[in-house]
């Protein structure tokens, strides 16, 4: 009996462990400075990639993911819609379209890899 007792605290904290691993994605706060550096070079680069004559804009985040690499690798997870704001005009905040069917919702997964201390920040894959 005590023997299954061990078993299942070693299998309990093998399981933590595995949670926590170097490597890993986990999820982390939106509120990140990294993680909002991160949305927003992937906002300018999804709106630079458009053929749409309106800029896009995040209107939630669903889930933020952080792997430490070579640097940080964000799996960014939102809900897109589109603004009133033209590409061409430099604004500093845009409203979303007045009617809800102008606004076309839709949800990307932007993962961006960022080295800070060299100034460099990619994004490697966008899926919308």
Same mark, same amino acid.
């Given at each position: 009996?005590?023997?299954?007792? =061990?078993?299942? @605290?070693?299998? %309990?904290? @093998? %399981? +933590? $462990?595995?949670?926590? *691993?170097?490597?890993?994605?986990? #999820?982390? #706060? +939106?509120?990140?400075?990294? =993680? &909002?550096?991160?949305?927003? @070079?992937?906002?300018?680069? /999804? ?7 309106? *800029? /896009? &804009?995040?209107?939630? =985040? +669903? ?12 799996? *960014?997870?939102?809900?897109? $819609?589109?603004? %009133? ?7 500093? !905040?845009? #409203?979303? !379209? ?8 839709? &949800?990307?997964? @932007? ?13 490697? $894959?966008?899926?919308?």
């Amino acid at each position: 009996m005590a023997w299954k007792m =061990v078993l299942c @605290f070693l299998s %309990a904290l @093998f %399981a +933590v $462990e595995a949670s926590m *691993l170097v490597g890993g994605f986990r #999820d982390i #706060d +939106v509120k990140d400075e990294g =993680v &909002q550096n991160a949305l927003n @070079f992937a906002v300018v680069q /999804h709106n630079r990639g458009t053929n749409d004559m309106y *800029l /896009h &804009q995040v209107a939630e =985040v +669903v889930k933020a993911q952080v792997q430490v690499v070579a640097g940080m690798k964000y799996i *960014l997870t939102v809900k897109m $819609e589109k603004t %009133a704001c033209r590409k061409n005009v430099a604004i500093e !905040q845009c #409203d979303t !379209q007045s009617r809800p069917s102008n606004a076309q919702p839709y &949800q990307c997964t @932007f993962t961006v890899w960022s080295r800070p201390w060299m100034n460099d920040i990619r994004l490697q $894959e966008e899926k919308c």
